[in-house]
């Protein structure tokens, strides 16, 4: 970048390379400009979310396929041990049956698929976007390899949540029952409440659905960026006197070792409070005011 | 931080994936579980009835061993009374009959001593008039002296 | 020009370290009671520890949501 030589090879700067990274692979071929277009469609977070659901789900169906109640392979252990886990969460959740058997393995769908999307971060930031510009050999063609790290893919997990609590509030309490509750709770049954009720429900929905997949995507999109401002360190390697070259060489070591370590901490834990979250506003889906 | 149509793409997928979880893949681990838990369950009936029978069959055992032993214990009892019983009837009965020879012994000593005395005391007479006769030969007439000699012939 | 630099600056050190001071009282006040819970229950241990974790993970959440935003900020301001 100080010399006319790094100019010349044309390789990115910091910044043109983080906003590269952050750029999605979608159907008008360049960043999105305005916050929301629906015309456009990110190919990268469809591929690669449809690609690890049907991934893992396929194992899980391996395993499943041959389940016995005798004694069980290691693999059949694990997902019993899963299951058994996301099936008491959901009985301790959400009190009814019927639903139960829908609800449940929605939650093991979340859990298991929020882990798999996640788990993506720990490819090293360069690989699959390297794969991708040779194989297309355009050396500028975006790609994101993190589901989760895309707002459009959490916010879509959320929103699913929310359309699943809104079937769920008008299977159990029946449409005339659900708006009445609507305009009724949690102030009280009186007509000058009426706006009020439906305003504090309004907001709680939006903030329960928001929230819902903001943590996922804040949470993923930081440790994307910082793992893309760590790989940008090792990059500087090449650019730099031997001896400042070689120190941020070892912290980009150092510290990416601990971020990963961390970050897989936080990849379980995401996943387990998103499926927990989707529990919990199924539950009160099925509770009257 | 931009929102397209991948949101309507990420809702539809997952609603699929839920479905085919639901169908697929929760139902048949479940069900293996809920085997598994029977099974389990009836092993442990099955444990607890055997232990329940083998406490019972000890239980009886003991009893059963408990009353032999009395039973042995009765009759080794019965058998010393028993057994003092007949060695004291015999004693009895030896006494008795040692009484019964004695008294026999003792009444036919006193009947052979009757009859010596009676004999002796014959004799005795006999032997005194005979000793008198002789030492009065000359001077007692006998028969100035039968009245005495019938006296002391009494006394004898 | 500068100034936006300047602003842009302030704003996400104000954004992370305000979300950052939140994020630690919380932290430090669950994670003083659950320390104290276990001590005077410790059977409950592993059952708090599990809720604890999914709590800091809530606590967590608006602080690294800030933090995402403010480094996006200061990456398109900076970086360009």
Known sequence: MATGHEAATSAPNAGEYVLHHLGNLNSSGHPQTSMVDFSIINYDTVFFSAALGVIGLFLLWRVARVATSGVPGRAQAALEILIEMVGNQAKAIVHNEQSRKFVAPLALTVFVWVFLMNSMDFLPVDLLPFLWQTITGNPHAYLRVVPTADLN???????????????????????????????????????????????????????????????????????????????????????????????????????????????IFIVVLQAFIFMMLTLVYLGQAHESH | MYLNATLLAQITVFIILALFTMKYVWPPIVKALDERAAKISEGLAEAERGRQSLALAAKHSAETMREG?????????????????IIEEAKVQARIEAEKVVAAAKSEIEQEAARMRESLRGRVADLAVAGAEKILRREVDAKAHAEMLAAIKQDL | MEQ??????????????????GACIGISLMGGKYLEASARQPELMNELQVKMFILAGLIDAAFIIGTGIAVWFAISTFLK
């Open chain 3, 4 to 21: 936006v630099f300047g602003n842009v600056a302030l704003a996400c050190g104000l954004i992370i370290a305000l979300g950052a001071i």
């Open chain 2, 69 to 85: 032993k009395e039973k042995v214990a009765d009759m080794i009892a019965q058998a010393e009374k028993r057994a003092d019983q």
């Open chain 1, 153 to 263: 893919g959490t916010l879509g997990l959320s929103v699913g949540v929310l359309l699943l609590c809104f079937f769920y509030n008008i299977k159990i309490k029946g449409l005339g029952g659900w708006i009445h509750e609507l305009f009724t709770a949690p102030f009280g049954n009186h007509p000058l409440l009426y706006l009020p009720n439906f305003v504090m429900q309004l907001i709680e929905f939006t903030a329960k659905t928001v929230s819902h997949g903001m943590r996922l995507f804040g949470n993923m999109y930081a440790g994307e960026l910082l793992f893309l401002l760590i790989a940008l360190m090792g990059m500087a390697f090449p650019s730099m006197s031997p001896f400042g070259g070689s120190l941020l060489w070892l912290g980009h070591l150092v510290t990416g070792t601990l971020w990963a370590l961390f970050h």
